[in-house]
């Protein structure tokens, strides 16, 4: 199998963030419901109220996000061998623009919460796959969290690239965890160099 696309996740996969989830999750009251989904389902004014918390720590995080080490080569490295590469993220459109803007990147689609598609499912994955013109058999996805692995099987894609430096934590997941990007890029060379995965 050939690699003509990659769908990247943002915060924590593309750039350096700290989040602290377990905060925000128990400030917002999510009650162990997916914050897009649990806020999605509020009712009015609390809706209004909480998603206002939630854009105050994601402004706050993507201000102070750092590209992450070795990642701007690799994109440039993707471009030059001709692989589309979509972004597919949680996050706004606002912040993705913001953070595409001050680290100058470029990807061939984009795909922000606004659509009213976001992880663990696989909608978004399948809808960058339309996007980019690929099937799932084309291309692989890179991450860092349990969400993109559940999305990327969701969507029915087999190559799973996680950047993370918890590999424990991933274990049985299926997916491949890297603790860097020169240690996925490898990964991704040895995959056109043999023209598909490891026996």
Not at 20 to 34: F, K, M, N, V, Y
Not at 160 to 188: P, Y
Request: charged fraction near 30%.
């Amino acid at each position: 199998m050939g690699l003509k696309g990659v769908i990247f996740d943002l915060d924590g996969t593309i750039v350096d963030v700290s989040y602290d989830w377990s905060r925000i999750r128990a400030e917002l009251g999510t009650r162990g419901i997916p914050i897009l989904t649990y806020l999605s389902g509020l009712k009015e004014p609390e809706k209004s109220c909480k998603w206002a918390i939630l854009r105050r720590y994601e402004t706050e995080n993507t201000t102070q996000a750092r590209l992450k080490r070795g990642m701007r080569g690799f994109l440039n490295l993707l471009s030059q061998e001709g692989v589309k590469k979509a972004l597919v993220t949680n996050n706004s459109r606002e912040n993705v623009e913001f953070l595409l803007q001050k680290f100058d990147l470029k990807f061939d689609c984009i795909i922000s919460r606004e659509g009213g598609l976001w992880k663990p499912s696989g909608a978004p994955l399948v809808d960058a796959l339309n996007k980019l013109g690929l099937v799932k058999e084309d291309v692989a996805v890179v991450g860092d969290s349990v969400f993109d692995i559940k999305a990327g099987r969701e969507a029915g894609i087999k190559r799973i690239f996680l950047l993370s430096r918890e590999k424990k934590k991933f274990a049985g997941s299926g997916a491949e965890v890297f603790r860097t990007v020169r240690a996925l890029q490898h990964r991704i060379q040895e995959l056109w160099t043999r023209g598909g995965d490891r026996e």
